[in-house]
């Protein structure tokens, strides 16, 4: 589902405009329709933030009849960038607290945007594509407050995989826990 609503946004959103998508996550927004959080690089390395909102289309109704249930916008309609910033404006990315499963993180530019990923995971995801990107783009490391960085940026061990090497390091934690737990512990008499 993800890889062709990557393919839709990029046809549709950022291809006209030269831009590629490199990476996106769904965020909850109090406005009705679903909204992303995308970082696309143009073709001259310039990287652009965006949050991206997809209005749902509404049925029109044809004269003369009670009811309909055709939509009469298109997909380019659909999709609308609401706010757009320049990685290069990007201060800090604070996550709020390392230690809490806690989806929510501030982007810090001239104002705070505070951002709601629909999963922990999904922020991750998008902080690790923008330690990349700006390491990559703006030559600097980015700022970055509050984050396992166990999770952010690759040891000699792991490389820039993604989701995987999260989860298969979860694994290791796991089985070495299972591991300790199943060793005899001396009784003192």
Known sequence: M????????QRVLFR???LRLAEFIEIEEP???RHFLCVSVSKNKVVQLCIVRCQTSQPSLK????????T???????????????LQDLILVDGRDPDVDD????LH??????VTAVSCSAKYTFVRALFVLSEQHCQRSLNLRNFDWAYIKP?????NRGDCVVLTQICFYAFNLVCLSMCPVPLDA
């Open 2 to 9: 993800s890889s062709l609503l990557r393919e839709e946004m």
């Open 16 to 18: 006209p405009e030269k």
């Open 31 to 33: 406005t009705d329709g």
């Open 63 to 70: 004269p003369g009849s009670k009811e309909s249930h055709t």
């Open 72 to 86: 009469r916008s298109s997909i380019q309609e659909c999709y609308r960038r609401t706010e757009v910033w320049p």
């Open 103 to 106: 989806p929510c993180f501030l």
């Open 109 to 114: 530019f001239d104002k705070v945007r505070t």
């Open 155 to 159: 040891t000699t061990f792991y490389s």
